[in-house]
């Protein structure tokens, strides 16, 4: 989740989801699955307040957290994708 583009806090497990069944509320979810992997008390000096117990998750948290990141936002919480698109052999080398 982030909070003007920065990380204050990490979910993971969230590959389930289910519907809330409210009528009129079809972009409602919960995920049945998530852990919260980490999250942050202040930005100014990030440092995880979980205690995640899986150590992927706190690796994670520790990678995400406090960082700036562009996201995109369907409302009060912010999604940033896990997984990145495929890149092309050219980029990154010089001419």
């Known amino acids: 989740m982030t909070v003007a583009g ?3 806090a990490v979910l993971t497990g969230l590959a389930e989801w289910e ?3 409210t009528v009129g509320t079809t972009g ?3 995920f049945t699955k998530a852990r919260l ?3 942050l008390t202040d930005l100014t000096a ?3 307040a ?3 117990a899986d150590p992927e998750d706190a690796r994670l948290a520790g990678l995400l957290l406090g960082t700036r990141l562009a ?3 369907g409302g009060p919480i912010a999604y940033v994708p896990t997984t990145t698109t495929a890149t092309t052999a050219d980029e990154g ?3």
């Open 19 to 21: 519907s809330d069944g």
């Open 71 to 73: 996201s995109v936002s």
């Open 50 to 52: 979980a205690d995640p």
């Open 6 to 8: 920065f990380v204050v």
């Open 46 to 48: 990030p440092a995880n």
């Open 93 to 95: 080398e010089q001419a």
């Open 28 to 30: 409602r979810y919960r």
């Open 37 to 39: 992997a980490g999250y």
